[in-house]
C-alpha cells in the first residue's frame, strides 16, 4: 500500500513466519548437498526460529564452511536492539537505514554500520538508505559511502532485497566485498526502473558490462568458488 506522500507499508497474513522453522538437522542435509550459504530473512518476526534457535542455526552453518547472511523488515513491537546479540554469527548484514536505527540506536549510516560491525558482524555490512545511497563497512578494509545510481525509480518496492542480491551473487562469483557493495548499489538502481518487481534483472555479467568496479581483480576468499573453510572463532 502506498500512502499520500509515497510512503509504502506491506499488508501480510504471518501465517508463514510464524510456522517457519529452521533445524541444524534441515541445514546439515541443505549444505551436504551442495548448498554454500545461508540467508535468513525476516528476523524478529519468526517466533519459531528468533533468538536462540537462530542462534544455534547460524553458528552450525559457519562451523560447516557456509556464509551467513541476515535480512530484516520493520515491524512494530519487537525486542530490535536483542538482535545484537546475533550479530557476532553473521557475516553478511544489509538493513536499510530506519531498520539499522531501530537496531543500533544510531541515526547516521556510518555510526549504525560501526555499531553492527563493533556487535561482531564479521564480513560486511550495508546501511541502505534509498535515493540517499548506502554505507558500506568491509569488515577491517574501513568504510565507503556509494552514492544511489541516477535513475527513473518506478517502483522501489523490493529494492533492499534487490540489493543484497547483487551482494550475494557477487560473492559468489568470487568478487570482493568491496566490488561486491557496488554490484548490490547497481542491481538495486536496476530493480526501480520497471513497474513489475525485477523484471528488467535478467543476466548479471550482462549488467556488468562496461560498469566499473574497484579491486575487480581481487578475488573474495570467502567465496562460493573457494573451497569451504569451517569458521573457528578464536
Given at each position: 500500500?502506498?500512502?499520500?506522500?509515497?510512503?509504502?507499508?506491506?499488508?501480510?497474513?504471518?501465517?508463514?513466519?510464524?510456522?517457519?522453522?529452521?533445524?541444524?538437522?534441515?541445514?546439515?542435509?541443505?549444505?551436504?548437498?551442495?548448498?554454500?550459504?545461508?540467508?535468513?530473512?525476516?528476523a524478529?518476526?519468526?517466533?519459531?526460529?528468533?533468538?536462540?534457535?537462530?542462534?544455534?542455526v547460524?553458528r552450525?552453518?559457519?562451523?560447516?564452511?557456509a556464509?551467513?547472511?541476515?535480512?530484516?523488515?520493520?515491524?512494530?513491537?519487537?525486542?530490535?536492539?536483542?538482535?545484537?546479540?546475533?550479530?557476532?554469527?553473521v557475516?553478511?548484514f544489509?538493513?536499510?537505514?530506519s531498520?539499522?536505527?531501530?537496531?543500533?540506536g544510531?541515526?547516521?549510516?556510518?555510526?549504525?554500520?560501526?555499531?553492527?560491525?563493533?556487535?561482531?558482524?564479521?564480513?560486511f555490512?550495508?546501511v541502505?538508505?534509498?535515493?540517499?545511497?548506502?554505507l558500506?563497512?568491509?569488515?577491517?578494509?574501513?568504510?565507503?559511502?556509494?552514492?544511489?545510481?541516477?535513475?527513473?525509480?518506478?517502483?522501489?518496492?523490493?529494492?533492499?532485497?534487490?540489493?543484497?542480491?547483487?551482494?550475494?551473487?557477487?560473492?559468489?562469483?568470487?568478487?570482493?566485498?568491496?566490488?561486491?557493495?557496488?554490484?548490490?548499489?547497481?542491481?538495486?538502481?536496476?530493480?526501480?526502473?520497471?513497474?513489475?518487481?525485477?523484471?528488467?534483472?535478467?543476466?548479471?555479467?550482462?549488467?556488468?558490462?562496461g560498469?566499473?568496479?574497484?579491486?575487480?581483480?581481487?578475488?573474495?576468499?570467502?567465496?562460493?568458488?573457494?573451497?569451504?573453510q569451517?569458521?573457528?572463532?578464536?
Amino acid at each position: 500500500a502506498v500512502s499520500e506522500n509515497s510512503d509504502r507499508s506491506f499488508l501480510s497474513a504471518p501465517g508463514a513466519c510464524d510456522q517457519f522453522q529452521l533445524t541444524v538437522e534441515e541445514l546439515e542435509t541443505e549444505i551436504s548437498s551442495g548448498s554454500r550459504a545461508l540467508h535468513v530473512g525476516y528476523a524478529m518476526i519468526l517466533p519459531a526460529l528468533d533468538g536462540d534457535p537462530l542462534k544455534k542455526v547460524m553458528r552450525e552453518a559457519s562451523r560447516l564452511g557456509a556464509l551467513t547472511s541476515l535480512d530484516v523488515t520493520y515491524y512494530d513491537n519487537r525486542p530490535w536492539p536483542e538482535l545484537l546479540k546475533l550479530m557476532p554469527e553473521v557475516d553478511v548484514f544489509c538493513p536499510s537505514l530506519s531498520e539499522a536505527n531501530l537496531i543500533t540506536g544510531e541515526s547516521d549510516p556510518a555510526k549504525a554500520a560501526r555499531a553492527l560491525v563493533e556487535a561482531g558482524v564479521r564480513n560486511f555490512v550495508a546501511v541502505t538508505n534509498g535515493e540517499h545511497g548506502v554505507l558500506v563497512e568491509v569488515v577491517g578494509g574501513g568504510q565507503e559511502f556509494i552514492p544511489a545510481r541516477p535513475v527513473q525509480a518506478v517502483n522501489t518496492t523490493g529494492a533492499g532485497d534487490a540489493f543484497i542480491a547483487g551482494v550475494l551473487a557477487a560473492w559468489h562469483r568470487g568478487f570482493s566485498w568491496r566490488s561486491a557493495g557496488h554490484i548490490g548499489s547497481l542491481v538495486a538502481s536496476v530493480a526501480v526502473t520497471s513497474r513489475q518487481r525485477y523484471q528488467n534483472l535478467t543476466n548479471l555479467e550482462r549488467l556488468l558490462e562496461g560498469f566499473p568496479l574497484p579491486n575487480s581483480s581481487e578475488r573474495n576468499p570467502l567465496s562460493a568458488s573457494q573451497e569451504a573453510q569451517p569458521y573457528t572463532s578464536e
